[in-house]
T-cell receptor, first 110, second 115 residues
Framework: GEDVEQSLFLSVREGDSSVINCTYTDSSSTYLYWYKQEPGAGLQLLTYIFSNMDMKQDQRLTVLLNKKDKHLSLRIADTQTGDSAIYFCAEDTGRRALTFGSGTRLQVQP | DAGITQSPRHKVTETGTPVTLRCHQTENHRYMYWYRQDPGHGLRLIHYSYGVKDTDKGEVSDGYSVSRSKTEDFLLTLESATSSQTSVYFC??????????????FGPGTRLTVL
């Protein structure tokens, strides 16, 4: 997953907004994904964005895509303690598989 | 949740022994994947399958082999386990629905320790 980069750690206070950033590599990626991993569990799809979109909003989640800079971000509004997890971005490299970033650990402090 | 299970969930083995991990799905999805998760590396693809008896290598396939004799099962074998293969292994499935949209559903993981 070295080709998809994420910062390793983010700490926020409950009620604040969280912004998790990702830089991907393949400009031809059609879909970009955000997955969430809670402790001791597998990954679950949180949201995704199609490459012809700049923004997608889904309740507390906002995904922004800057194709020129190959930059993807996930904003979580009104962050709750239940949002504490590791968040992975992933790009579709066209090999029928996904390339994942190294994950950002989000810690939400009460 | 997608019907996907992994067995065993935990395993401790010794260097040089063969190990087989099993992934079982009840979703009839065509694509199945094996990843390993290590600190600082995220998930890295080991092998994947795009149909019965159709498999291909991922970025970290050395030391691993796979088999898929039926749609529901995808086996990952470590021919001779080494300490560098200590990791958490995740299986994933995908139906590749809607063109290139590739939502993958993950199993709960297998924690493997090689002593």
């Amino acid at each position: 997953g070295e080709d998809v980069e994420q910062s390793l750690f983010l700490s926020v206070r409950e009620g604040d907004s969280s912004v998790i950033n990702c830089t991907y590599t393949d400009s031809s990626s059609t879909y970009l994904y955000w997955y969430k991993q809670e402790p001791g569990a597998g990954l679950q799809l949180l949201t995704y964005i199609f490459s012809n979109m700049d923004m997608k909003q889904d309740q507390r989640l906002t995904v922004l895509l800057n194709k020129k800079d190959k930059h993807l971000s996930l904003r979580i509004a009104d962050t709750q303690t239940g949002d504490s997890a590791i968040y992975f971005c992933a790009e579709d490299t066209g090999r029928r598989a996904l390339t994942f970033g190294s994950g950002t650990r989000l810690q939400v402090q009460p | 949740d997608a019907g996907i299970t992994q067995s065993p969930r935990h395993k401790v083995t010794e260097t040089g022994t063969p190990v087989t991990l099993r992934c079982h799905q009840t979703e009839n999805h065509r694509y199945m994947y094996w990843y390993r998760q290590d600190p600082g590396h995220g998930l890295r693809l080991i092998h994947y399958s795009y149909g019965v008896k159709d498999t291909d290598k991922g970025e970290v396939s050395d030391g691993y082999s796979v088999s898929r004799s039926k749609t529901e099962d995808f086996l990952l074998t470590l021919e001779s386990a080494t300490s560098s293969q200590t990791s958490v292994y995740f299986c994933a499935i995908s139906g590749l629905q809607g063109g290139s949209y590739n939502e993958q559903f993950f199993g709960p993981g297998t924690r493997l320790t090689v002593l």
